[in-house]
């Protein structure tokens, strides 16, 4: 596709459910970032991916937040036995260039992923 | 704690007037960046400015860079309603690391 995509757009849970959310990066970005954002908040840095190099896993704010991605492409966001502070937005985000030379460039970002946890 | 914090947290002009949002940081960075959300949803890249830049335009876009006081700003000429929506800084620390980290946001509402 053109953009990140995102999915679900939406998403509402009970408290104790595990959730899986999706990020398709553009076709080519070797960099992927998930972010998370509180209503009316900044954005959470949670994870980043960079080629094959091993994940930046610093934002995670607990065991219970995971994050995978398969080579350059598909990354899962996974929360086991959500909670109700979980309720955010979650941005996927890539880029195409991302060295140590010229550091990060523009980050495309998807629509959102919006969790709910009652 | 957050790298980059924008000031204010709310700005509400009139069309055709300028705005400026504020951003501080706090460690040397390697670029610094400013993005546009609106309605909650995902962001769309305005301008990097880079450490050793001091000023850069796009459009009625307008960015500085003072590297001795770490800060930047964001001035947008003759807003227009469109305009309105939230504005954030991201900086990329300097030393090798790669994540961006954003601020808190400037919420802008232009007023017709």
């Known amino acids: 596709g053109a953009g990140v995509s995102q999915s679900p757009s939406n998403k509402v849970t009970e408290k104790g459910k595990d959730v899986e959310l999706r990020c398709d990066p553009i076709?080519?970005?070797?960099?992927l970032y998930w972010y998370r954002q509180r209503l009316g908040q900044g954005l959470e840095f949670l994870i980043y991916?960079?080629?094959?190099?091993?994940?930046?896993k610093s934002g995670l704010p607990s065991d219970r937040f995971s994050a995978e991605r398969t080579g350059e492409s598909v990354s899962t966001l996974t929360i086991q036995r959500t909670q109700q502070e979980d309720s955010a937005v979650y941005l996927c985000?890539?880029?195409?260039?991302?060295?140590?030379?010229?550091?990060?460039?523009?980050?495309?970002f998807g629509e959102g992923s919006r969790l709910t946890v009652l | 704690s957050q790298q980059g914090e924008e000031d204010p947290q709310a700005l509400s002009i009139q069309e055709g007037e300028n705005a400026t949002m504020n951003c501080s940081y706090k460690?040397?960075?390697?670029?610094l960046q400013w993005y546009r959300q609106n309605s909650g949803r995902g962001l769309v890249h305005l301008i990097l400015?880079?450490?050793?830049?001091r000023e850069k335009h796009s459009g009625r876009l307008r960015v500085t860079l003072d590297t001795s006081k770490k800060s930047s700003s964001l001035l947008i000429t003759a807003s227009r309603a469109a305009d309105t929506a939230s504005y954030f800084c991201?900086?990329?620390?300097?030393?090798?690391?790669?994540?961006?980290?954003f601020g808190a946001g400037t919420r802008l509402a232009v007023h017709p």
């Open positions: 985000a890539s880029s195409f260039r991302s060295g140590r030379a010229g550091g990060t460039g523009e980050l495309f």
């Open positions: 076709s080519g970005h070797t960099a």
């Open positions: 991916f960079q080629g094959n190099s091993a994940p930046d």
């Open positions: 460690t040397s960075i390697n670029n």
């Open positions: 400015i880079r450490s050793n830049e």
């Open positions: 991201a900086t990329v620390l300097s030393g090798g690391y790669n994540k961006l980290i």
